[in-house]
């Protein structure tokens, strides 16, 4: 069965801090597609990243990056210098490409609180 | 390039009435999703739609949930009669179409509260 699991609900840091979410999957499919997407106060979600199970290099996209390792079903992500508006709810999530219509498999959603 | 609109950001209603929420996706999209997050829990597919056909409905709770997509533009989610345990945070999505793991990209949300 898919199941996302995100074991914090919430951090809270100090500005400047570096955070990371963790992210564990589980799936039968070896071809499979995972997800961030952040949801900040204002409530819509934004997407994030996108990367396909084949794919293991880590992302780094200007203060966030990603780090995936199948070994382990891990897809964390890390904010480095956090800041004040990187707060918000944040979810990763897991479709499968085999047999599936692209529904999204969510965690729970992690908690972020930036302080100044 | 507009997002996926929904309408309304808010609903109260008492049980037992009727809600309609609206999803306008994004122009050119085939795929429509829509999720519903209970109460802090992790958000829960629905059902999904290529144009106007429904390919997936595994997630719709019962059948007083009724979905359509006319003319495979906008979409509306009818809760009727509404309960208690319906209230949360309704998402839709919206994809390019051409692959089922495309990229959705949500709407803001209709924020539902059933007294």
């Known amino acids: 069965a898919q199941k996302v699991t995100q074991a914090q609900t919430e951090i809270s840091v100090v500005e400047k801090e570096d955070v990371t979410l963790d992210c564990v999957y589980e799936?039968?499919?070896?071809?499979?597609?995972l997800f961030w997407y952040k949801q900040p106060p204002s409530g819509e979600l934004v997407f994030l990243i996108r990367?396909?199970?084949?794919?293991?290099q880590n992302e780094i996209s200007g203060r966030y990056s990603w780090n995936f390792q199948k070994s382990t079903s891990s897809f964390n992500f890390t904010i480095t210098a956090s800041q004040v508006v990187d707060s918000a709810v944040y979810f990763c999530a897991l479709s499968e490409a085999v047999g599936n219509t692209g529904k999204l498999i969510f965690g729970q959603g992690t908690t972020l609180q930036v302080k100044p | 390039e507009a997002g996926v609109t929904q309408f309304p950001s808010h609903s109260v209603i008492e049980k037992g009435q009727t809600v309609t929420l609206r999803c306008d996706p994004i122009s050119g999209h085939d795929n429509l999703y829509w999720y519903r997050r209970v109460m802090g829990k992790e958000i829960k597919f629905l059902l999904h739609f290529v144009k106007e056909s429904k390919q997936d409905e595994s997630g719709m709770p019962n059948n007083r949930f009724l979905a359509e997509r006319t003319g495979g533009t906008y979409s509306t989610l009818k809760v009727q009669p509404a309960e208690l345990e319906d209230s949360g945070v309704y998402f839709c999505a919206s994809s390019q179409g051409l692959l089922t793991t495309d990229t959705q990209y949500f709407g803001p949300g209709t924020r539902l509260t059933v007294l």
């Open positions: 990367r396909n199970s084949f794919d293991e």
């Open positions: 799936t039968r499919d070896t071809t499979y597609y």
